[in-house]
């Protein structure tokens, strides 16, 4: 099959903290031929960086807490719980992003950043991609209440033992993208670390 589409307009609907784009398009089927113009909305380069912050010596998880608009209908769990990160503007290199965003959302100074991977949040509506990472960092740094007020941050630091943040995963405290693939990524992964980060 040739992959091939054919972007025949764009129109911007909406510009504000997000930017969405009316696309009308077409593109090649599976069985041959093409398809017919479709319309679709898309919220455009929202691309982000995140890091879950990890204490190889204690064991110990760094996530932060703050309130979420796209989970305002499921009252205390619109606080989600999620490793530190921020948008990556243009020209910006996410490991400096989640660098810069660990000290200003858990006051912790990241000793070692190792990447985890790149994805897509939500191809079906949003053009964003977010670069995933796992900082090496000391928790006893880590505690407060922290985030920009002129971006509406309000962010609670929250530091739990590695076990217990794998539990959390199935009690579903731990349920966004972000937070779900580093958790898992560490398990994986964090009798390695604990090999390299605690020399």
């Known amino acids: 099959m040739k992959y091939e589409l054919e972007v ?23 069985v041959g ?4 113009v479709i319309e679709r909305e898309r919220i455009e380069f929202l691309n982000s960086a995140a890091a879950i912050l990890y204490d190889a ?3 110990q ?3 932060v807490e703050q309130f979420r608009i796209g989970a305002l209908e499921h009252g205390r769990r619109a606080w989600t719980l999620e490793p530190v990160g921020g948008i990556v503007r243009t020209r910006e290199d996410a490991s400096e992003v989640v660098r810069r965003e660990a000290l200003e959302e858990a006051g912790c100074e990241i000793i070692d950043l190792e990447p985890i991977g790149t994805y897509h949040v939500s191809p079906g509506t949003a053009a964003d991609r977010t670069r995933l990472f796992c900082g ?6 880590a505690a407060g209440i922290h985030g920009l007020s002129e971006e509406g941050e309000d962010i609670r630091v929250v530091v739990i033992d590695a076990e217990q943040a794998m539990g959390e995963l199935y009690s579903g405290r731990i349920d966004t993208s972000a ?3 580093a958790t898992q990524w560490l398990a994986m992964n964090k009798e390695r670390l604990r090999l ?3 020399r």
């Not at 911007?12 to 009308?24: A, P, Q, S």
């Not at 031929?33 to 017919?36: N, Q, T, V």
């Not at 090496?136 to 740094?141: E, G, L, M, R």
Request: a positive charge; one cysteine or more.
């Open 8 to 30: 025949i307009d764009r129109t911007c609907c909406f510009t504000g903290f997000l930017r969405l784009v009316r696309y009308r398009l077409r593109h090649s089927l599976f």
């Open 33 to 36: 031929g093409w398809s017919p």
């Open 57 to 59: 010596k204690r064991d």
């Open 61 to 63: 998880i760094v996530m």
């Open 136 to 141: 090496h960092v000391d928790a006893d740094q």
């Open 179 to 181: 937070a779900i693939i």
């Open 196 to 198: 390299v980060w605690c």
